[in-house]
């Protein structure tokens, strides 16, 4: 008779899994395997092959300690240099997860899916594909910390200290490829404030900084939908910065070209004026203002990093920028919040790296701001084209 493996939840050595892979072995060398956990015995894509590489083993490691009985199992498991306490610990928490629909990345987009696309939630899956690396977080070459990682992962990228992506595509696709995908959104166990997106390649976004649920969406606008960035404060790794003179691709921002209509006239509230005046002047002392205190302090993290100075100084530091990043974004919204024009699509001056001559639709939006807030009507509207493009 052939019996289907344990469940997940089951422990061996207090870890979940082990008893099930230890049992598919078990199986599989009497022959006895039901087909379908046959071929995916050890598979690198699959449950089991996060599980090995969680732990650094081989399968060869759980062939051999399944030769054993449950109890020496157990103890042979626990004497593998990889396997601590912490990282069983670390496994358990999200093993249940492991393979299901949705996992990890549900949670992380349930502000998008609330948005006023909600109802084409039913048109796209969300697939999660864990890779385990050898070491956790990402490399930071102006700090002087070099990761190890599945991805390759970095921050730096193009110049700009919180631009972080992978140049390994290789390897992007080969673990995308355990799933099905038309987009790819990768999530970097990292505290740090961080990411980037890329239109119609990928985005990459920390996953442990307060604003990563705006991270992730506002990544996501850039390399879904191809939004543009709306900002204009902001440094950037751009050298070459778009012209004033040609109408840009990108659906959110416009230069307002003579003779030609606005861009998404059809959205723009009754009797705004076009160009919108707005409280750009005093946005533009508060915030630039604010933006160099953030990068004294990043500047004197890195600085401090690359000379060795205490975990518990660097620690604080850091502490201290993310508590100016809160109150940054507090101020901001509070200006912002005061404005006659707040809630109205109009063409506010200021977007797309440029002060002047670029115009985004709103006055706030999550591709101008962080925070937890909506995307504008425009940008909304381009992500909705864009699923809908993809359910076709």
């Known amino acids: 008779m052939l019996i289907p493996p344990p469940p997940r939840s089951t422990r061996l050595a207090g870890c979940m899994w082990l008893e099930r892979i230890v049992y598919k072995v078990r199986m599989n060398a009497a022959g006895i395997l039901l087909e ?15 599980f090995l590489n969680h732990f650094f083993l081989t399968l060869a490691n759980i062939e051999a300690i399944a030769l054993l009985p ?6 042979a498991f626990l004497r593998f240099p990889g396997v601590t306490p912490e990282k069983i610990a670390f496994w358990n928490e999200i093993a249940p997860n492991l393979g299901l629909k949705g996992f990890p990345m549900e949670g992380r987009v349930s502000m998008a899916l609330s948005g006023p696309y909600k109802h084409l939630k039913d048109k796209f899956n969300i697939r999660g594909a864990l890779r385990f690396s050898e070491e956790s977080g990402c490399s930071e070459p102006s700090r002087g910390v070099y990761k190890r990682t599945a991805l390759g992962a970095t921050y730096d990228s193009l110049g700009s200290e919180r631009y972080m992506l992978t140049e390994d595509n290789r390897d992007l696709r080969d673990i995308a490829g355990a799933v099905p995908y038309d987009a790819v959104f990768v999530m970097v166990n990292q505290k740090r404030y961080g990411g980037g997106g890329i239109y119609n ?7 442990d900084n307060q604003w990563s649920p705006y991270i992730f969406l506002h990544e996501f606008g850039h390399s879904f939908a191809g939004l543009a960035d709306e900002y204009f ?3 950037v790794a751009y050298v070459d910065l778009p012209p004033t003179t040609v109408e840009p691709r990108e659906p959110n921002v416009t230069v307002l070209l003579k003779g030609r209509p606005l861009k998404w006239a059809d959205l723009a509230t009754a009797g705004t004026p076009v160009p ?5 002047a005093g946005f533009e002392v ?6 160099k205190e953030r990068e004294a302090l990043n500047k004197r993290i890195a600085a401090r990093m690359r000379e060795g100075a205490p975990q518990e100084e660097v620690d604080a530091i850091k502490a201290q920028a993310e508590e100016l990043s809160a109150e940054h ?26 002060a002047r001559g670029f115009y985004r639709p709103a006055l706030d939006c999550i591709m101008f701001t962080k925070g937890a807030k909506p995307f504008c009507p425009v940008c909304a509207r381009a992500i909705e084209r864009t699923i809908a493009r993809y359910g076709e």
Not at 36 to 50: F, I, M, N, Q, W
Request: hydrophobic share 40%.
């Open 70 to 75: 449950d109890d020496e199992a157990a103890a």
């Open 329 to 354: 974004a507090k101020l901001i919204d509070a200006y912002l919040a005061k404005s006659k024009f707040k809630g109205q699509v109009g063409a506010f001056e200021g977007a797309n790296y440029i």
């Open 233 to 235: 404060t902001s440094s």
């Open 36 to 50: 379908e956990y046959r071929h995916a015995l050890g598979a690198k894509s699959g449950v089991d092959g996060a």
């Open 286 to 291: 508060l915030d630039l203002g604010l933006q």
């Open 201 to 207: 390649f990928y985005c990459t976004f920390a996953t």
């Open 276 to 280: 919108t005046p707005w409280e750009k």
